[in-house]
């Protein structure tokens, strides 16, 4: 390639022999120069946008000064000083949930199950030492003045923040167990709502001939037709008429209870049929020995009879009326 050089009036020429490689070479040479001259600028332009105005230098490539990181790193220590604050106040409501979960389950347990418990607890405390390292769910909350780093603060949140979660799946299953356990045993009255007791467990004058005699379970005044639902799950044993009882429903569950339903006008279940806590398996009636509509309410736990006002949970009190 040959460039020809032509100068002014006189026309003096000259040429030049230009080769590829020569004109590649300076190609490069000349976009190496323009990207310097290019970084030169842009790293000028930074150092001034950081040094007299920061936000431009975040628009330009995210950077920013540390006194602003000093502002945001300061700002989140204080954010994560209030979450760990509100992770320590959810456990402490946790804490008093399962408190109030264990009064309700003392309320709701049978008395022959308290009592069983009681001893147990006491046999243990007796014959177990405790001890070992205390290790709080929730360490003081982390003092950033004390050259703690931000991440580290972090780190400790986090770790906490999943043995609360642990905390909790533990307590949502011992509940769950807790429930189970207690829905299978006949702490739920058979009635759902306004009923009164017309004879109490014990000692009582019989309704028949007035002589003194046992009555080995609860009478629960209502109306016929008034549904009947099982005190706890269950498995049917007896569903059938009996001379004395009339049609009776009796219900194994589990630990050793039954529970038995006398005198009901219709039966719902049958022998051999599973039953839930809550189910409705009767009508109230005044079949069998019997003086009027009621239900006739008996507990037994491995064959020994129950007083039913010990093992039933009732949500407000019953007027007793002896007859």
Known sequence: MQIIWISGATSHYRKFNVTKTQLTRFAILLALLLIMIGSAIYFMGFRVAIKFDPSMARDMGGVITSEELYHLEEEYRQKLTKL?????AMDQKIDSLSKLNEQYAALATPLPIKEKRKDKEKSSEASEGKG????????????????????????????????????????????????????LLPTK?????????????????????????????????????????????????????DTELGNVIE???????????????????????????????A????????????????????????????????????AAKEN
């Not at 014990?202 to 008034?226: E, Q, V, W, Y």
């Not at 005044?286 to 736990?301: A, D, E, V």
Request: with cysteine.
């Open 84 to 88: 760990q604050g509100s992770l320590k």
């Open 189 to 241: 009255p058979p009635l759902a709502s306004g009923y009164g007791l017309s004879s109490n467990f014990g000692t009582r004058l019989d309704p028949i001939n007035n002589s003194p005699a046992f009555h080995p379970g609860i009478d629960f005044n209502a109306k016929p037709g008034t549904q009947v639902f099982a005190a706890g799950s269950g498995l049917v044993i007896k569903a059938k008429y």
């Open 251 to 281: 219900v194994k569950h589990s630990e050793g209870f039954t529970s038995l339903y006398a005198h009901c006008q219709k039966l719902l279940v049958n022998q051999g049929d599973t039953v839930t806590r809550g189910q409705l398996i």
């Open 132 to 183: 070992g390292p205390y290790l709080p769910l929730f360490p003081n909350q982390v003092n950033f003045e004390e050259n703690v780093s931000l991440r580290i603060g972090i780190i400790k949140t986090l770790e906490s923040t999943e043995s609360l979660n642990k905390k909790i799946q533990s307590i949502k299953e011992a509940w769950l167990e807790k429930y189970e356990r207690l829905s």
């Open 283 to 318: 009508e109230v009636g005044n079949t069998g020995r019997s003086t009027g509509p009621h239900l006739h309410f008996s507990i037994y736990k491995n064959g020994t009879l129950l007083n039913p006002m010990e093992v039933l949970s009732f949500s407000k009190p019953l």
